[in-house]
């Protein structure tokens, strides 16, 4: 028993694109061949594990895809897909968050930085683009969401992708959820999206965070507040006491000082320049701001990043285990392979149609009869043939059936010591011409010459008339002597 | 190996040993001839369970000189104590003589320790010609039984208990071609009766037998539901150089989505066919007769649709137009990826409107261009037709004899009467399922099951 390989998220993702992409394709596959490779995977490598549906299916795949290395990397370009685009949600977060950095920490000496703005920036938009992606989730598909899909940039990024890189091909096909008409499929598609949102706003963040810290060691800035709104400073207090609140406890130092607060306000109109000492004790507003993007932007998105982690591996897993085929699959694997019947193909020979034969010349005189295996009861068959045909007969033997090899001899020797030019046999239509009779029918023709006419008189049960198929066949049979004055004829 | 149950099929030729064969081991390439004699070779049919042989059946040819074989035996026999040696004498001094083949291949399997079944015809009187087979077959003194099947008839059938009662422990009746699972299974249960040894074997047989017959229908009604789902999402996407509709490439698209939804149903009914152990049989034989008809055509939407009132009944018709042509079920939509709500941009036919956007286009981007899309076929009648031509296509193969060679006649009247032999619950329940499908372009696994359950009863 092989052990199963660790499987890492990454795995299971290509796992499962693999897996369905094979069966969607082995669905053409001889159904009893299917069956006899699953049960001897099931009952093979992957016995132990039969109860553990997940494992079992990975543990199958692994039997399958080594038997064929190389031939199934539609799962591992997925991947690359998938790793291209978080790539590009990666860079473009980390981008567009040094940029905004630039833009919101741009300081030209004459006014300080406002706190407002970066509130506004780092916890109020950041938190309604939070809560945006978690209504994503909300199920369902309302008007709310797909307003929201529309603006989501993961998705828009992903579509980029569909329209330039993979047209057409079937990864964007998995993407774009058209091959699969399950919920699970649905599920996933937006787990991933989700998924891949988080990563761009923990690259934005990362970004942010990043560019600050690289501001405020490198260049000299100072924060002050200011609004256009009648802010009264002890409401911007309340305001920054709340903001702060989260990490009051841990790092005090980020919470500003009501000092601080009062003398960093700044009016734009009336500009009064800040004092030197003034501007020093501005620039104590940082922690502040480093903490407002570890709270509100980067440490939720990281959190949720690692929670659509989780959601994209369970519906992956459900996806996988959901898809008709698979629960076929673990079927097929379980459940013993039963056949019946030989794997060996015969094509019995079929009966021609009407074949070509021979009518036997008229019959002249009385001739002698034979009555094969009690094909009628000597005295019916007589008056009948004495009322139905021109025949006459002048003996009735028996043969055959109930007789011995010895009295079918002696019958002959009897039989042959009149002369006559043609000799009856009358015979069950309904039974099959075996060798024993046609053996006896060499016999008769060995001692009476080639000359006399042997007439195969095939009667149906009762004296009726022989069915015609039963006639063919009959006239099939003695071809095999090669006589040809040995004939088939019903009715006389 | 010699506690495996193993059977020779005997008789005179002609009366049915390989198709009692075929039958029983559900076979249709068993070699089964009007032409007596056709069966030269004894030929083994195991049932096997993975792989291990749970009894055996063994075509043999039939018996042709079974007077002279009888009376050599007569003449070489000692005693009666002597008979198996004797027959053992004969099997040695003619293994290669062409005129005692026949015997020599019916009686070495039995010889080797396999219990006969001695087949005779019913319809057709007895006659003394079958004594000696009978007789050289209870010199053996291998377990034997005899099977009366019924070529056309039974008229005869209380004659021939007269006459097999002298010779075999048990006589049943066993119609080859008409035999059902039911039947078999009988059978099977009646050859433990033969030989106590076989018994454990043969239980297990029976049991793993009708479990997979269980099997059988699950699976078959999963393939069935998994089609379903395909072509009721089925569509076929283009793309566009403007927002005009593009007429012929959409007439291309209406017929490259017709026949991807064809072939689908040709490959479950493939899948069916060999479900049901047709797994030989020349591709399409009985399908042509079934499903000759197309699909699409108005007569297989009149043959298996819902009539409008049943349609009404289960809802399904509101909002939807019941019981239409072609024109109604495909229709064109263009639309600008991405934009999300809103995006249909126009020419789009009434049906398609609602259901264009569904989940995935939240992927599409402002920058994308205009695709056309056609499908899925809205139709609310196009499940059921494709669930009744389906359905029925089961029914008729899954009960098809593995004996019988001519193709299945299918009248109207048994697509008319699948529709009828659905109550009223069956067509809600198998309604909404549809509906939300139709409506969703997927199914839940909560709908997957109960989906494969209702079409599990449609198969019984
Ligand atoms: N109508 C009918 N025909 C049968 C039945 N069983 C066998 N036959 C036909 O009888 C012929 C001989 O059958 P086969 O199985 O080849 O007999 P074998 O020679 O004993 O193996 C074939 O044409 C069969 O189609 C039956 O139960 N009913
Ligand atoms: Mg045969």
């Given at each position: 028993?092989?052990?199963?390989?660790?499987?890492?998220?990454?795995?299971?993702?290509?796992?499962?694109?693999?897996?369905?992409?094979?069966?969607?394709?082995?669905?053409?596959?001889?159904?009893?061949?299917?069956?006899?490779?699953?049960?001897?995977?099931?009952?093979?490598?992957?016995?132990?594990?039969?109860?553990?549906?997940?494992?079992?299916?990975?543990?199958?795949?692994?039997?399958?895809?080594?038997?064929?290395?190389?031939?199934?990397?539609?799962?591992?370009?997925?991947?690359?897909?998938?790793?291209?685009?978080?790539?590009?949600?990666?860079?473009?977060?980390?981008?567009?968050?040094?940029?905004?950095?630039?833009?919101?920490?741009?300081?030209?000496?004459?006014?300080?930085?406002?706190?407002?703005?970066?509130?506004?920036?780092?916890?109020?938009?950041?938190?309604?683009?939070?809560?945006?992606?978690?209504?994503?989730?909300?199920?369902?598909?309302?008007?709310?969401?797909?307003?929201?899909?529309?603006?989501?940039?993961?998705?828009?990024?992903?579509?980029?992708?569909?329209?330039?890189?993979?047209?057409?091909?079937?990864?964007?096909?998995?993407?774009?959820?058209?091959?699969?008409?399950?919920?699970?499929?649905?599920?996933?598609?937006?787990?991933?999206?989700?998924?891949?949102?988080?990563?761009?706003?923990?690259?934005?963040?990362?970004?942010?965070?990043?560019?600050?810290?690289?501001?405020?060691?490198?260049?000299?800035?100072?924060?002050?507040?200011?609004?256009?709104?009648?802010?009264?400073?002890?409401?911007?207090?309340?305001?920054?006491?709340?903001?702060?609140?989260?990490?009051?406890?841990?790092?005090?130092?980020?919470?500003?000082?009501?000092?601080?607060?009062?003398?960093?306000?700044?009016?734009?109109?009336?500009?009064?320049?800040?004092?030197?000492?003034?501007?020093?004790?501005?620039?104590?507003?940082?922690?502040f701001v480093v903490a407002c993007i570890l709270s509100y932007g980067l440490l939720p998105r990281v959190v949720l990043l690692s929670i659509s982690r989780v959601f994209v591996q369970r519906a992956l897993a459900t996806l996988l285990m959901d898809?008709?085929?698979?629960?076929?699959?673990?079927?097929?694997?379980?459940?013993?392979?039963?056949?019946?019947?030989?794997?060996?193909?015969?094509?019995?020979?079929?009966?021609?149609?009407?074949?070509?034969?021979?009518?036997?010349?008229?019959?002249?005189?009385?001739?002698?009869?034979?009555?094969?295996?009690?094909?009628?009861?000597?005295?019916?068959?007589?008056?009948?043939?004495?009322?139905?045909?021109?025949?006459?007969?002048?003996?009735?033997?028996?043969?055959?059936?109930?007789?011995?090899?010895?009295?079918?001899?002696?019958?002959?020797?009897?039989?042959?010591?009149?002369?006559?030019?043609?000799?009856?046999?009358?015979?069950?239509?309904?039974?099959?011409?075996?060798?024993?009779?046609?053996?006896?029918?060499?016999?008769?023709?060995?001692?009476?010459?080639?000359?006399?006419?042997?007439?195969?008189?095939?009667?149906?049960?009762?004296?009726?008339?022989?069915?015609?198929?039963?006639?063919?066949?009959?006239?099939?049979?003695?071809?095999?002597?090669?006589?040809?004055?040995?004939?088939?004829?019903?009715?006389? | 190996?010699?506690?495996?149950?193993?059977?020779?099929?005997?008789?005179?030729?002609?009366?049915?040993?390989?198709?009692?064969?075929?039958?029983?081991?559900?076979?249709?390439?068993?070699?089964?001839?009007?032409?007596?004699?056709?069966?030269?070779?004894?030929?083994?049919?195991?049932?096997?369970?993975?792989?291990?042989?749970?009894?055996?059946?063994?075509?043999?040819?039939?018996?042709?000189?079974?007077?002279?074989?009888?009376?050599?035996?007569?003449?070489?026999?000692?005693?009666?104590?002597?008979?198996?040696?004797?027959?053992?004498?004969?099997?040695?001094?003619?293994?290669?003589?062409?005129?005692?083949?026949?015997?020599?291949?019916?009686?070495?399997?039995?010889?080797?320790?396999?219990?006969?079944?001695?087949?005779?015809?019913?319809?057709?009187?007895?006659?003394?010609?079958?004594?000696?087979?009978?007789?050289?077959?209870?010199?053996?003194?291998?377990?034997?039984?005899?099977?009366?099947?019924?070529?056309?008839?039974?008229?005869?059938?209380?004659?021939?208990?007269?006459?097999?009662?002298?010779?075999?422990?048990?006589?049943?009746?066993?119609?080859?071609?008409?035999?059902?699972?039911?039947?078999?299974?009988?059978?099977?249960?009646?050859?433990?009766?033969?030989?106590?040894?076989?018994?454990?074997?043969?239980?297990?047989?029976?049991?793993?037998?009708?479990?997979?017959?269980?099997?059988?229908?699950?699976?078959?009604?999963?393939?069935?539901?998994?089609?379903?789902?395909?072509?009721?999402?089925?569509?076929?996407?283009?793309?566009?150089?403007?927002?005009?509709?593009?007429?012929?490439?959409?007439?291309?698209?209406?017929?490259?989505?017709?026949?991807?939804?064809?072939?689908?149903?040709?490959?479950?009914?493939?899948?069916?066919?060999?479900?049901?152990?047709?797994?030989?049989?020349?591709?399409?034989?009985?399908?042509?007769q079934l499903l000759q008809e197309d699909i699409f055509s108005e007569r297989s939407f009149s043959l298996f649709g819902l009539s409008n009132t049943q349609l009404a009944i289960t809802g399904a018709a509101s909002g939807a137009v019941a019981g239409?042509?072609?024109?109604?079920?495909?229709?064109?939509?263009?639309?600008?990826?991405?934009?999300?709500?809103?995006?249909?941009?126009?020419?789009?036919?009434?049906?398609?409107?609602?259901?264009?956007?569904?989940?995935?286009?939240?992927?599409?981007?402002?920058?994308?261009?205009?695709?056309?899309?056609?499908?899925?076929?809205?139709?609310?009648?196009?499940?059921?037709?494709?669930?009744?031509?389906?359905?029925?296509?089961?029914?008729?193969?899954?009960?098809?004899?593995?004996?019988?060679?001519?193709?299945?006649?299918?009248?109207?009247?048994?697509?008319?009467?699948?529709?009828?032999?659905?109550?009223?619950?069956?067509?809600?329940?198998?309604?909404?399922?549809?509906?939300?499908?139709?409506?969703?372009?997927?199914?839940?696994?909560?709908?997957?099951?109960?989906?494969?359950?209702?079409?599990?009863?449609?198969?019984?």
């Amino acid at each position: 028993m092989p052990e199963i390989r660790e499987r890492s998220g990454r795995t299971l993702f290509e796992d499962t694109v693999n897996i369905l992409h094979f069966l969607e394709a082995d669905r053409a596959a001889p159904y009893a061949k299917r069956q006899h490779r699953d049960r001897q995977i099931g009952q093979g490598a992957c016995e132990n594990i039969l109860d553990q549906p997940l494992k079992t299916v990975q543990c199958w795949w692994q039997q399958i895809s080594a038997d064929r290395p190389g031939e199934h990397n539609e799962g591992n370009k997925l991947i690359r897909v998938r790793g291209l685009v978080g790539l590009a949600a990666v860079v473009f977060g980390l981008l567009s968050g040094l940029g905004v950095i630039a833009a919101v920490f741009q300081y030209d000496g004459s006014h300080p930085i406002n706190v407002v703005t970066l509130i506004a920036v780092f916890v109020i938009l950041q938190s309604v683009f939070i809560g945006t992606s978690l209504l994503m989730l909300l199920p369902g598909q309302n008007f709310l969401s797909r307003a929201l899909a529309s603006l989501n940039v993961g998705a828009m990024i992903s579509g980029i992708m569909h329209r330039t890189l993979l047209k057409s091909s079937s990864s964007s096909v998995f993407f774009m959820g058209t091959s699969d008409h399950t919920q699970a499929h649905n599920l996933l598609l937006r787990w991933q999206l989700f998924s891949w949102s988080q990563l761009l706003g923990c690259a934005f963040n990362t970004g942010a965070l990043l560019g600050a810290v690289l501001l405020i060691v490198f260049t000299d800035l100072a924060f002050g507040w200011s609004s256009t709104l009648m802010f009264e400073t002890v409401q911007f207090q309340k305001l920054i006491y709340l903001v702060s609140l989260p990490w009051a406890g841990i790092w005090p130092d980020a919470s500003p000082t009501q000092a601080l607060i009062e003398q960093s306000r700044f009016y734009r109109l009336g500009a009064e320049q800040a004092t030197p000492f003034i501007a020093q004790s501005l620039t104590a507003w940082w922690p502040f701001v480093v903490a407002c993007i570890l709270s509100y932007g980067l440490l939720p998105r990281v959190v949720l990043l690692s929670i659509s982690r989780v959601f994209v591996q369970r519906a992956l897993a459900t996806l996988l285990m959901d898809n008709p085929q698979v629960i076929s699959l673990l079927d097929r694997m379980r459940t013993p392979e039963v056949a019946l019947g030989s794997p060996v193909l015969i094509s019995p020979e079929m009966l021609l149609d009407e074949e070509p034969h021979a009518k036997p010349n008229s019959i002249s005189g009385s001739v002698p009869l034979i009555i094969w295996a009690d094909a009628a009861e000597r005295f019916q068959l007589l008056s009948r043939l004495e009322k139905d045909s021109s025949v006459q007969v002048s003996q009735a033997y028996k043969a055959g059936g109930a007789c011995s090899m010895a009295e079918d001899m002696e019958t002959i020797t009897t039989l042959l010591e009149k002369r006559s030019d043609s000799i009856l046999i009358a015979v069950k239509s309904w039974e099959p011409p075996l060798n024993d009779m046609l053996d006896f029918i060499a016999l008769l023709r060995q001692k009476c010459g080639d000359k006399t006419q042997i007439i195969l008189f095939p009667l149906g049960p009762d004296l009726s008339v022989a069915d015609q198929q039963e006639v063919r066949i009959w006239r099939h049979a003695s071809k095999r002597l090669s006589d040809a004055q040995l004939f088939v004829e019903p009715d006389l | 190996m010699n506690s495996t149950p193993r059977f020779a099929i005997t008789g005179h030729p002609n009366k049915g040993k390989s198709s009692i064969v075929a039958t029983l081991a559900e076979d249709e390439t068993v070699g089964i001839s009007e032409i007596p004699g056709t069966t030269r070779d004894a030929h083994s049919y195991p049932m096997c369970m993975d792989g291990e042989t749970l009894y055996e059946l063994i075509d043999t040819p039939g018996f042709q000189r079974a007077r002279e074989m009888l009376e050599w035996l007569k003449n070489s026999e000692t005693s009666v104590a002597d008979r198996r040696a004797s027959l053992n004498r004969f099997i040695q001094e003619f293994a290669n003589d062409p005129r005692f083949h026949d015997e020599c291949e019916l009686l070495k399997p039995i010889m080797k320790g396999a219990g006969i079944l001695y087949v005779v015809d019913g319809a057709r009187p007895y006659g003394s010609e079958y004594e000696s087979e009978m007789q050289i077959l209870q010199w053996t003194g291998q377990p034997r039984m005899a099977l009366i099947n019924l070529i056309g008839g039974e008229e005869h059938v209380s004659e021939w208990r007269r006459a097999l009662d002298q010779y075999f422990s048990i006589v049943r009746v066993f119609d080859a071609q008409h035999a059902d699972f039911k039947k078999r299974i009988d059978l099977l249960r009646a050859f433990q009766a033969l030989d106590e040894s076989w018994f454990a074997s043969l239980d297990l047989a029976i049991g793993v037998l009708e479990e997979n017959r269980a099997q059988r229908l699950h699976r078959a009604a999963r393939e069935i539901a998994e089609l379903l789902l395909a072509v009721m999402c089925k569509r076929e996407s283009a793309q566009l150089d403007d927002e005009n509709i593009d007429l012929q490439l959409q007439s291309s698209l209406v017929s490259k989505l017709k026949d991807n939804i064809r072939e689908r149903e040709e490959q479950c009914c493939d899948v069916l066919q060999q479900i049901c152990g047709h797994t030989k049989l020349e591709r399409n034989i009985e399908r042509n007769q079934l499903l000759q008809e197309d699909i699409f055509s108005e007569r297989s939407f009149s043959l298996f649709g819902l009539s409008n009132t049943q349609l009404a009944i289960t809802g399904a018709a509101s909002g939807a137009v019941a019981g239409g042509g072609l024109d109604m079920m495909v229709g064109g939509a263009s639309l600008f990826l991405g934009a999300g709500i809103g995006a249909v941009v126009g020419g789009v036919s009434a049906i398609f409107a609602a259901r264009q956007i569904s989940d995935v286009e939240v992927l599409g981007s402002p920058i994308g261009g205009y695709e056309l899309h056609v499908g899925p076929v809205s139709d609310v009648n196009f499940p059921w037709v494709v669930l009744g031509r389906v359905v029925l296509f089961y029914r008729l193969v899954s009960e098809r004899n593995h004996a019988l060679r001519d193709a299945i006649a299918v009248s109207s009247e048994s697509a008319n009467s699948f529709s009828e032999s659905m109550n009223m619950k069956q067509r809600q329940v198998l309604s909404d399922l549809f509906k939300q499908i139709r409506e969703h372009q997927l199914i839940d696994s909560k709908g997957m099951v109960s989906l494969v359950r209702q079409i599990e009863n449609l198969c019984k």
